[in-house]
């Protein structure tokens, strides 16, 4: 009779599954393909904006897309001035850390609790005891031209509209960026990979978009901003159904999604292990223009974790700050996720190897790996349902 029962249960999940087309393509995102698309982004060092090594993983970005079947990728085209770094002038000692006082606010808002340790950006190549890593990182930036790729995977009933899904493709830091940002870029390219598979369908467009120059301050999502708000939702050629910038539905940024080993202590060490309350944190911005409807864009985001989410839950919170959507949060529902909270947890110094050269593959393991993908099928969910994914027979 038991053994009855757990066949019928069985089969119901079953039949179930292959009713709900969100959980089928849940279902294709892979540990090991995650963590195989981070790890092909390490092969550039910390592609940093400005040099060879940013540019060799912005065309590799582009060829893996485009193998996925994300073909018509496009560029946007921008011009940077700036120098982020100059290895003789700015070299100085890293300073990340060194235990603080614990300040009474933070940028983005929010209330500091608990021990702070110094977040700092390493500026010192020399300090990358990977000697081979350290040649692949020797390059300094230089101002000039930059480039950033993005696919889109056209809507069916309503080509002219969009949500776009993101992450930034370059780091510094003289690591490999793997987890700031190759987890979110490696996130955005399996969602390319899964939305672009020929059997799924959506009924609204999908941009995946791999943003330059973030760690500068966000001049590539700017860039991008700024040359394409005007032409959202206007057909070219006229009478072509082709719509080159599609009406913004939402804008959904992933940043840093691996390591979440909870505060620092007094002493200023932080776990070796994933906290077992880890968490994707999804953050809206409370004081922006469309903060409402960003708020209720976070919570689909929330219930989509609920549902089809493996192992770790998420959390909903109203100080995103310091990311790409930053860029877009006047202007449409924008959203970001992160391992954890930007302002008062990253900030207060929960991840010592942000920036650092231990952000290197090596230094994360299954359990981190793990809460990037479940941030995966929480996009891959939300983005499905927000946008009427079906499969074909
Ligand atoms: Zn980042």
Redesign the pocket.
Known sequence: MTKLLTTLVLSALLQSARMDPVATLTGRLELEKYKATIKGLTQFGDRRQGTDRNRAAVDWIEEQLKSYGCANTERNHYEYTGRQVDPARNRRAATAGAVLPTPLTIEGGGRPRGVRVRAAVNLDPELQPDLALRELNAQPDMPGPREEVYCTKIGTTHPDEMYIVS??MD?HGYGE?AN??GS?TALVMELARIFSNPDVQTDRSIRFVLWNN??TGEQGAKAYVDQRQALQGKEDPPGSGRYPEPKWLGMIQH??MLFDHGAPRADGTVSKEQRLEADVNIEFQVSSKFAAQSQALAWAFEMANEKYATDYPAAVSSHMT??DSFQFQEFVASISLREAERGIQIGLGWDPH?HQPTDVFATFDDKDFRLGLNAAQTTLAAVAQLTGATLKP
């Open positions: 992450a930034h780091g960026a700031d940002d979110g973030e760690e940043d840093m310091n990311t942000w």
